[in-house]
């Protein structure tokens, strides 16, 4: 399905509107209307090429998305349509390896990120959130209480997560 973003052609064009395709919600999947999508200065190293030759073009940055949920794969039940969510910096990984297994993604050597990836399982290339929507294996999405500000939330998939999961990690107590 056509999608409306802001992205880059190349390592030196500007940030533009640019119409890209999103797959339609496979079995697992949810389709999401993003609403807000925070700015990680990451986002901006990887549509300049800064990290080493590494950027893939056309590329759509935004890693750190909420939004609702506006379709429902028929075998996902993590979540129903209206419902508040976010995605963070990845949307896949293997889910065989030792590091899927125990729970640790991250750390998948065959992670798909948000955008500046190539998805194996759905070909091309994925785009970030910096757009109209976006589609998302259940598994990568996670519930965003409806309590919050919305538009505060966003920076808390990338930021947020980054400081808070080496505290729970360690267990950091006060003092």
């Keep these: 399905m056509k999608s409306?973003?802001?992205?880059?052609?190349?390592?030196?064009s500007p940030v533009a509107l640019m119409n890209i395709e999103r797959r339609e919600p496979g079995q697992h999947d949810v389709l999401i209307d993003i609403m807000y999508c925070g700015i990680c200065h990451s986002d901006i190293h990887q549509a300049r090429n800064e990290w080493g030759g590494h950027s893939l073009y056309p590329m759509v940055p935004g890693h750190e998305i909420v939004g609702r949920v506006s379709k429902v794969g028929s075998h996902a039940k993590k979540f129903k349509v209206g419902q508040l969510v976010g995605v963070g910096c990845m949307v896949d990984s293997c889910r065989h390896c030792e590091a899927c297994q125990d729970g640790v993604e991250?750390?998948?050597?065959?992670?798909?990120f948000t955008y500046n990836a190539r998805?194996?399982?759905?070909?091309?290339l994925t785009f970030g959130g910096y757009a109209e929507r976006i589609t998302v294996d259940e598994n990568f999405v996670v519930s965003v209480p409806e309590n919050l500000d919305t538009k505060a939330v966003a920076p808390l998939l990338c930021a947020g997560i980054t400081l808070y999961s080496p505290l729970k990690?360690?267990?950091v107590q006060p003092g």
């Design 119 to 124: 998805d194996p399982k759905h070909g091309g």
């Design 4 to 12: 409306v973003a802001y992205g880059v052609e190349n390592a030196t």
């Design 106 to 112: 991250q750390y998948c050597d065959d992670s798909v």
């Design 169 to 171: 990690h360690w267990n």
